[in-house]
């Protein structure tokens, strides 16, 4: 019964949740955002919150998570208000997952935020490679817990007590740890074969050379709308929380005729389980491997400075701190002038837009336009008349400053990418 990872949210029917955080004095988020938003989670993931409690601590209790008289108070509320499940804004232990599945009772369900994320994930999850990269952390995740969920049903079948047959949960216990094991090394071979594919694509003839943005930002800032207003791509973009979880490349062709290419990818969160950043590795490429990153933020979100604060953290985990970064203000069409006039005062070197209307995006444009012509080397080159597809490489891939027919063949001046000056310099004309 253990051998698939838990759903633990019915997507048939609507759930009732009681929710419960911690305040502490150290965290950025407070404890009223961080409910708000978990409601939220526990709405894409098919439960309606009937409740919510926070308790103010320095740290999480080692035993219970909250204190013990809290998590009676806890039990009472869940009982009170007839909910199916109690949920938890911090990653339980697996220790504290089974005392607190002990206090609450048998028919309430007790689950973590990592968990409920982990649910939406496998809800959302399209592709082979965004399926698996789920698999491996719902299994990652569900290997320590393995001891508590057969303790929890042990003691369930003998009605509260743990008795004679805890024994033989424990010795299926251990055949079901290696083969949760099993499959954790079977899925990361899968992946590491997927990667292998990609990354052969990434350094093929057409990636090679071409400038690559990605958009990278918390979950509904819209970076599938952007990627849609820019590229005029279909893209599903919804107002739900970790709506992408596959990236998708698209080709945007610039003013001046030059293709770049731009990524959309998996929505970060504050408290982002770190099962997932590493099990979402390889669609986290496109980021770290980009030439420039759109961060999108949800202007109109009233949390976004603390939005903002989680993505820089996970790009600093992810190892793309030191690639060129755009703060991309978007949603501007749900802002006020005076709120407009604040964000360009405070943030001098952001750029506004609306991926809804398009206004920005123009700008926006010319901006990364001028980044990825900022690595450009001017060349000139002589390019034979049977050597059309340079020609058109340079059309396509470069930007062209000049360009005249002679004898001899093409003689273009141009501004090439680093990645492509190879292509070209056979043909350089000294001068
Ligand atoms: N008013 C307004 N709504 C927008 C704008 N851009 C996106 N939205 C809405 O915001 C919601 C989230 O947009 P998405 O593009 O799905 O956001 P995302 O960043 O891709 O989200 P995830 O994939 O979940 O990480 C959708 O309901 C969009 O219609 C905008 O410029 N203005
Ligand atoms: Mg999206």
Redo the contacts with the bound molecule.
Sequence with gaps: MTNEPMHPISHQQRERAVLVGIEQAASAYPVETSLAELARLADTAGADTVGTTAQRMTSPHPKTFVGSGKAAQIAEMAETLHADVVIFDDELTPSQQSNLERIVGRDVKVMDRTALILDIFALHAKTREGRLQVKLAQNEYLYPRLRGMWAHLASNRMGGGVGSRFGEGESQLEVDRRMVRKRITSIKRELAHLERIRSVQREGRYESGIFKVALA?Y????????LNRLCAAEVY????????LDSTTRRLVLPEGREITIS?T??FIQKLPTTLVEAFKSTLEEITHADMILH?IDA?SEDHLMQVEAVDEILGQIGAETIPRIEVF?????LSAQQREVIALRHPHAVQV????GIGCEALIGRVAAAAAAADTVMQVLIPYTRGEVVSLAHKRCRILSEEHTVEGTVLEVRVPAGLMPAFSPYERAN
Excluded: E, P
């Design positions: 930002g979950t509904n800032a819209g970076k599938s709308s952007l973009a919804d107002d739900k929380l970790f709506a992408t959309d998996v929505g999108v109109s978007n949603k501007s069409d749900l609306s991926a809804a209307t």
